[in-house]
C-alpha cells in the first residue's frame, strides 16, 4: 500500500510539472494555426485578385464597382468578437464570407474569359481556435483607399485591437491580434 502511495505521489508531482509545460505548448499550437489561416486566407484572395484581376470588394453586374456589402469579409454569419474593437465596420451588417467570395462564387463572377473566377480558392474555411471569425476590411483594397488591409483573427483575447484605418507605410498590428497582411 505504501509503495502504491508513493507511486501514486510521484505521477501527481509529474502531472504538475507537466501540465504548465504541455498549456504552453497548446496555445502557441493556437496561434500558430491562426497564423496559417490568417496567411492562407490573404493568399487566397490574392489567387481570386490574380484570375479575376479584381479583390472580393467589387462587383455589380458585368461592371466592376464598390459595394458597400462588402466591407468586411467574415469567416462565416455570427457574432463578431468582443472587446475593444476599433473597427466599427466589424459590428455593422456590411459583411459576406470568405466562402462566399473564395470557394462559392455566390456573387456570381464571370466564369470563362481572361478575367475569369477560376475557384474555389481554398478548402473549407473554418473559424479561428477561439471560435471566432477571420475578417477582413477588403473595403481597404480599393483603388482610392491608401489603408492597410488585412486578414485577422482576434486573437487568444478575442477582442480587435487593431486599428484599420492607418496608413499602409507603416501600420501596426494592435495587442495580441493576429494579421496577415494584403495590401
Known amino acids: 500500500m505504501i509503495e502504491i502511495a508513493v507511486v501514486i505521489a510521484i505521477i ?60 468586411v469579409l467574415r469567416c462565416e454569419e455570427g457574432d463578431v468578437p468582443g472587446g475593444s474593437g476599433s473597427v466599427s465596420d466589424w459590428r455593422s451588417n456590411n459583411f459576406d464570407t470568405f ?33 471566432n471569425s477571420y475578417m477582413c476590411n477588403v473595403l481597404n483594397l480599393l483603388p482610392t483607399r491608401d489603408n492597410a488591409c488585412w486578414v485577422l483573427s482576434a486573437g487568444p483575447n478575442e477582442g480587435i485591437q487593431t486599428v484599420f484605418n492607418q496608413d499602409r507605410g507603416s501600420p501596426v498590428i494592435g495587442g495580441d491580434d493576429i494579421a496577415y497582411r494584403i495590401k
Open 12 to 71: 501527481g508531482i509529474l502531472a504538475r510539472m507537466l501540465i504548465p509545460m504541455v498549456s504552453g505548448y497548446v496555445g502557441t499550437a493556437k496561434i500558430r494555426r491562426a497564423e496559417q489561416d490568417t496567411e492562407a486566407l490573404g493568399k487566397a484572395m490574392l489567387a481570386f485578385n490574380s484570375d479575376t484581376a479584381l479583390f472580393p470588394v467589387y462587383k455589380n453586374g458585368s461592371q466592376p464597382t464598390p459595394q458597400s456589402r462588402y466591407k
Open 99 to 131: 466562402e462566399d467570395q473564395l470557394n462559392n462564387n455566390t456573387v456570381s463572377y464571370p466564369t470563362t474569359g481572361e478575367f475569369a473566377w477560376r475557384g474555389p480558392y481554398m478548402g473549407p474555411i473554418r473559424k479561428d481556435p477561439w471560435g
